[in-house]
Every structure is written in C-alpha cells, then in structure tokens.
C-alpha cells in the first residue's frame, strides 16, 4: 500500500504544522465530523452556510489523528492537549486535497476511468465497475461523490486497488479540467451531453466544451469512449480531424458497440450485440433505452481491457444500482413505485417517463421542479409535457413553481384535465398517491432535481407500505 504522510501536505500545500509529527500516515481522508473513526485525517471545508474548519476540536475528539485546516487559530491549550496529533494549516483545505490527490493518483500505474455527461453519470460508473471488477480491484466512486472535493477524496481512498473508475460533475466550465488532470484517466467517458446545468452555461455548446475537458488529462495512448447516439458527440465524432482514439457504443448510429432488437420490459431489458464473430444476448435488470445505453458503455469498456463476454454480461446482470436512480420496488396490492428522485433533467426525465410506459397497471407520474435550467426552464418543462403526452400516461401529478408548466403543456395537448393534479408540496402528493394506492395496481414514477426532496414521499410510501406487509 502506498501511504502519504503530514510531511507530504507540508511539501506539496505549503501547509504549517503547529502541532504533532510530521511522519505521521494519512489514512482515511474525512469532511464531516460525524463519520469520524479513530486514525482519520479530518479536512475542513469552508462552504456557504457553514465552516467545516471550526469543528476541529469535535474531530479531535472522535479520533482524528491529523486536522487539515485553512483560516483558523488554535489555541496553545487544544496543542496541548493534542500534541500526540498533527494539526496542519494551509492556504486552501480545497486545493490542497485536489494536490494531496493529484501526487497519489501518481504513485499508481493503474487503469483509470472517467466518466462525465449530463446524464446516467452514476448508473454507467456502477455497471461499468462492476464489469471491471471481474478482472481487477476496483475502487469506484461513491454515490454521485463526484465534485470537486469528493472526487479528490475518492483518489485519496485508493490502497491496494487494481483499477479505477471515478465520476467526474461539474456545473462549470473549467472545473472538468481541473478534475481529469487530478484523476489522469487511462479511459475518458463521455455519456451524453444534455441540458444539465444549461442556465449556468448557457448553450448545450457550451455544456459540450465543458464535457470536452474531460480529454485534456486523459493518459497518452488512452480511450475515448462515447455515445455515438449522443446529436452532439456524433456530430463532434464524425466533423472533428482529431488526435484521439475514439471508441463508440449506440443503438441508433453506426457504432462499434451496438445494440439491436431491443426490448424493454417490467424487471429490465434485453438486445443483442454483435462481438467479434459472435452474437450475445444481453439482460439489463433495469428498464429503459438509458440503461440500455450505460450496458453498452460497459461492454465497450470491458472489451478495452480484454475482460470476457461471458464475465461482462454476468456483471451487468447482477451490478448493483446506486439508490434513488430508477429503484424499482413492488409493493402490496400489485403496486410498483420507480424512486428516480435523485436528480433530473430533460433528457432522465423522458427516459424515465419513457419506461414508465412500458409498464403494467394505471402509469402515474409525479414530476417536480429541474433546477438549474434559466431563463431555458419554460420551453424544457414544456417538453416534458410532451413527453407525457406522448408516452400515454394516465395520471400526472406536478409539485413545484416550473413544473406546472409540464401539466399546462400536456393539457394543452388534450391530456384530460380531470387526470391531471397541481400540488403544492410533497406532502399533498403523498396523500393524493397513498388513496390511488390503495386502489391498487398503479406503477409511480418519482421524479425531480434532488432539492426537491421527493425522497421524502418514497419514504412515506414505502415504509407505510412495508409497516403493512
């Protein structure tokens, strides 16, 4: 295992240490006080609401056995009473993990994969590690742990592991830059390039360049892997004379890896892909085409490091989905209820509303509030409408400022007003969706950006729902 030690943060941060030694081993790299275990490296963060750096003494106390703080005076008596620690200060406690995670990513001489898009960021990372985990010890990305600071933290968990794969977000330009040069991808990812963060940036163009980043850090002889679906990346593929060595996947375009007779069903989907002079039958245990399309990114991606159909296919049927994206769960009464509560855009969300389609029992979509969007949020909620519309579902249900004009739009498109309900707050959906419940045999679809908080109507429902059983 290779090990980093306060001295290296002294080196490399220009950090000051007022107490402690300076051999002493950084071992697990922690932001939050309560997730503190004995021998933890405690980093404060100074964010908008609060500041992390002033919490140093409960950090101590939990176990810490070294502090890495910014702005901040100790007391001689703290010193003290902690001299067996290293209390380190630096300029930045931000910048000094993405330096801290930069020299560790260095030390190994592993394959490393990125992956970036608008969307399915987190789902593509977790099928795409468990494919690679037959092969190698895989460290992943944790959830969506995937900004600045919690990029750099998962480098910083890397030990014995064999292999990487890391997500990489950003809501701006330049930060994708930061992050691939910190990670140093041996394969750079590029899912899709949609609307997320549009009112920030202002044009998908833009949220294209942005993406783009992701290759200035990408390894010299590394792989490009993208959706050739994607209008945007096509286009990029098939215009740009560039120096990269492209690799693609896609249902629809030409591609290198490609899926046909496609099928979505209730418990997942199934196609076929053509390998080598071989055809396999692929199962996704997650419907709908984005999911699809993620499978494909891990066959292409298991096919780049030689991993055999027969293991990449059992991964894919069996990798295990990072919560609140398209959890599907059965409840009594023949009900299901979709928790895609995580996040949304408009491409999630018309692949959500998509699959909900192809579901059994009366089709229910509660939809709530894309965030981010400016002064594009109208015209994309509108879209959504058409969506819905589109999709023949039966019920819509809306929660949120923007999200009635999802309803406008599909009652403008002869969507029966008396199937259409404009609530409030979350706790108004939760009842309207408990009297459906118990009608029984209903499919939800849960659906909204995360500060919606529509984790707090599945967790109403489902746990009622249990409690019953």
Request: hydrophobic share 40%; proline share 1%; glycine share 6%.
């Amino acid at each position: 295992m290779k090990e980093l030690i306060v001295e290296d943060i002294i080196r490399l941060c220009d950090g000051k240490l007022i107490c402690g030694e300076a051999k002493t081993i950084l071992k697990n790299f922690c932001k939050d006080t309560r997730d503190i275990k004995s021998g933890d490296v405690f980093v404060g963060i100074k964010g908008d609401s609060h500041n992390g750096n002033e919490l140093y003494e409960t950090a101590l106390q939990n176990g810490a056995s070294v502090c890495i703080l910014q702005d901040i005076v100790v007391p001689n008596e703290i010193k003290e009473k902690y001299s067996d620690r290293a209390i380190v200060i630096v300029k930045d406690t931000i910048a000094a993990l993405q330096k801290l995670a930069t020299y560790k990513r260095d030390m190994y001489d592993i394959p490393v994969v990125a992956i970036t898009g608008s969307v399915g960021k987190t789902s593509t990372k977790d099928i795409v590690a468990s494919v690679m985990s037959k092969k190698y010890d895989v460290l992943k990305t944790e959830g969506n742990f995937n900004s600045q600071i919690g990029a750099a933290l998962t480098v910083l968990r890397l030990k014995n592991h064999t292999a990487m794969v890391v997500e990489l977000g950003m809501n701006n330009l330049g930060e994708i830059s930061r992050l691939t040069k910190m990670v140093k991808p041996t394969v750079a990812v590029i899912t899709n390039v949609g609307t997320s963060h549009i009112g920030i940036l202002g044009s998908r163009q833009n949220i294209l360049k942005a993406k783009l980043e992701i290759l200035e850090g990408l390894k010299k002889g590394g792989k490009f892997v993208i959706n050739n679906d994607n209008d945007l990346l096509h286009d990029w593929y098939i215009n740009s004379n560039n120096k990269y060595d492209v690799v693609t996947y896609g249902m629809e375009n030409k591609s290198e890896f490609c899926a046909y007779n496609t099928e979505i069903m209730q418990d997942g989907s199934k196609y076929l892909i053509d390998v080598g002079n071989k055809t396999y039958k692929v199962h996704v245990k997650v419907g709908g085409n984005h999911f699809i399309s993620n499978s494909l990114c891990a066959i292409t991606i298991g096919n780049i490091f030689n991993i055999k159909m027969e293991d990449i296919l059992d991964a894919i049927n069996n990798f295990e989905l990072t919560k609140r994206r398209m959890q599907v769960e059965k409840l009594e009464n023949d009900n299901i209820i979709i928790n895609d509560c995580y996040n949304a855009n408009l491409d999630s969300m018309k692949a959500a509303i998509e699959y909900l389609s192809h579901l059994e029992n009366t089709k229910i979509a509660v939809l709530g509030d894309m965030l981010e969007l400016g002064n594009y949020s109208e015209d994309l909620h509108r879209q959504v409408g058409d969506s819905i519309t589109k999709n023949n579902i039966d019920i819509l249900i809306t929660v949120g400022k923007e999200s009635k004009y999802i309803a406008d739009q599909a009652l403008k498109n002869n969507m029966e007003q008396q199937k259409i309900y404009i609530l409030d707050t979350n706790k108004q959906a939760t009842k309207l969706l408990k009297d459906f419940l118990e009608q029984g045999k209903v499919s939800i679809l849960l659906k909204a950006s995360n500060a919606m908080k529509f984790q707090e109507i599945f967790d109403s429902i489902y746990t009622k729902n249990k409690e019953g059983n």
